[in-house]
Protein backbone atom coordinates (compact mmCIF):
# COMPACT_ATOMS: atom_id res chain seq x y z
CA UNK A 1 0.00 0.00 0.00
CA UNK A 2 1.11 3.47 -0.68
CA UNK A 3 -0.28 6.43 1.02
CA UNK A 4 0.61 10.14 0.85
CA UNK A 5 -0.56 12.42 3.86
CA UNK A 6 -0.53 15.69 3.01
CA UNK A 7 -2.18 19.12 5.37
CA UNK A 8 -5.94 19.43 4.84
CA UNK A 9 -7.44 21.49 2.24
CA UNK A 10 -10.54 23.09 2.43
CA UNK A 11 -13.22 21.48 0.78
CA UNK A 12 -14.50 23.50 -2.36
CA UNK A 13 -18.03 23.87 -2.39
CA UNK A 14 -18.78 23.50 -5.88
CA UNK A 15 -22.57 24.00 -7.02
CA UNK A 16 -24.34 24.63 -10.81
CA UNK A 17 -26.71 27.31 -10.68
CA UNK A 18 -29.39 26.83 -12.90
CA UNK A 19 -31.11 29.68 -14.52
CA UNK A 20 -34.18 31.03 -15.59
CA UNK A 21 -34.59 31.61 -19.13
CA UNK A 22 -37.37 34.12 -20.20
CA UNK A 23 -38.05 32.35 -23.77
CA UNK A 24 -40.00 29.79 -23.23
CA UNK A 25 -40.97 30.38 -19.37
CA UNK A 26 -44.75 31.12 -18.98
CA UNK A 27 -47.54 30.66 -16.35
CA UNK A 28 -50.90 30.85 -18.23
CA UNK A 29 -54.79 29.54 -17.68
CA UNK A 30 -54.44 25.80 -19.05
CA UNK A 31 -57.46 23.83 -20.58
CA UNK A 32 -60.77 23.08 -17.94
CA UNK A 33 -59.57 25.84 -16.26
CA UNK A 34 -56.33 24.77 -15.03
CA UNK A 35 -52.93 26.61 -14.96
CA UNK A 36 -49.98 25.52 -17.23
CA UNK A 37 -46.91 26.17 -15.85
CA UNK A 38 -43.49 25.91 -18.08
CA UNK A 39 -40.06 26.93 -16.84
CA UNK A 40 -37.05 26.65 -18.84
CA UNK A 41 -34.25 26.24 -17.41
CA UNK A 42 -30.31 25.98 -18.30
CA UNK A 43 -29.85 22.63 -17.47
CA UNK A 44 -31.71 19.79 -15.41
CA UNK A 45 -31.97 20.16 -12.12
CA UNK A 46 -33.77 17.56 -9.37
CA UNK A 47 -37.51 18.97 -8.70
CA UNK A 48 -40.25 18.11 -6.45
CA UNK A 49 -44.19 19.35 -6.82
CA UNK A 50 -47.14 19.36 -4.39
CA UNK A 51 -50.14 21.24 -3.13
CA UNK A 52 -51.52 22.99 -0.32
CA UNK A 53 -54.85 23.78 0.83
CA UNK A 54 -55.84 26.43 3.54
CA UNK A 55 -54.87 28.41 1.43
CA UNK A 56 -55.00 26.50 -2.00
CA UNK A 57 -50.94 26.88 -3.09
CA UNK A 58 -49.04 25.37 -5.84
CA UNK A 59 -45.42 24.56 -4.40
CA UNK A 60 -42.75 23.91 -6.49
CA UNK A 61 -38.76 23.19 -5.55
CA UNK A 62 -35.48 23.10 -7.21
CA UNK A 63 -31.79 21.85 -6.64
CA UNK A 64 -30.49 25.31 -6.85
CA UNK A 65 -32.18 27.32 -9.58
CA UNK A 66 -31.62 31.76 -9.62
CA UNK A 67 -35.16 33.06 -10.41
CA UNK A 68 -33.79 36.86 -11.92
CA UNK A 69 -34.72 35.06 -15.50
CA UNK A 70 -38.23 35.06 -14.98
CA UNK A 71 -39.89 37.47 -17.66
CA UNK A 72 -41.77 40.62 -17.36
CA UNK A 73 -45.60 39.23 -16.97
CA UNK A 74 -44.88 35.91 -16.55
CA UNK A 75 -48.08 35.18 -14.40
CA UNK A 76 -50.70 35.62 -16.74
CA UNK A 77 -53.17 32.91 -15.23
CA UNK A 78 -56.43 34.04 -14.03
CA UNK A 79 -56.69 31.26 -11.26
CA UNK A 80 -53.45 32.20 -9.77
CA UNK A 81 -53.57 35.36 -7.45
CA UNK A 82 -49.72 35.73 -6.46
CA UNK A 83 -46.35 33.97 -7.49
CA UNK A 84 -43.68 34.09 -4.99
CA UNK A 85 -40.03 32.91 -4.87
CA UNK A 86 -36.83 32.33 -2.93
CA UNK A 87 -34.94 29.89 -1.37
CA UNK A 88 -36.30 26.74 0.52
CA UNK A 89 -34.50 24.25 2.37
CA UNK A 90 -30.93 23.88 1.89
CA UNK A 91 -29.87 23.96 -1.48
CA UNK A 92 -33.34 24.41 -2.88
CA UNK A 93 -35.54 26.70 -4.78
CA UNK A 94 -38.68 27.33 -4.41
CA UNK A 95 -41.40 28.64 -6.06
CA UNK A 96 -44.87 28.75 -4.61
CA UNK A 97 -48.03 29.77 -6.65
CA UNK A 98 -51.00 31.42 -4.45
CA UNK A 99 -54.37 30.01 -6.10
CA UNK A 100 -57.96 31.80 -6.21
CA UNK A 101 -59.18 27.76 -5.49
CA UNK A 102 -58.32 23.88 -4.88
CA UNK A 103 -56.10 22.48 -8.43
CA UNK A 104 -54.40 19.23 -8.24
CA UNK A 105 -51.38 18.33 -10.52
CA UNK A 106 -52.50 16.63 -13.21
CA UNK A 107 -48.99 16.06 -15.06
CA UNK A 108 -45.26 17.19 -14.20
CA UNK A 109 -42.43 16.39 -16.18
CA UNK A 110 -38.47 17.55 -16.84
CA UNK A 111 -37.78 18.14 -20.50
Known amino acids: MFLVVSPPVAAQDL ?3 ARVMGEGSFLRDGPG ?3 ELSLALSQAVPYRAFVLDAPARLVVDFREVT ?3 LPDGFDEASSVT ?3 TGRGDAGWSRMVLS ?3 PLGI ?3 EMR
Do not use: N, P, Q
Request: aromatic fraction near 6%; hydrophobic fraction near 50%.
Open 15 to 17: RAL
Open 33 to 35: GGV
Open 67 to 69: WTG
Open 82 to 84: DVA
Open 99 to 101: LSG
Open 106 to 108: ARA
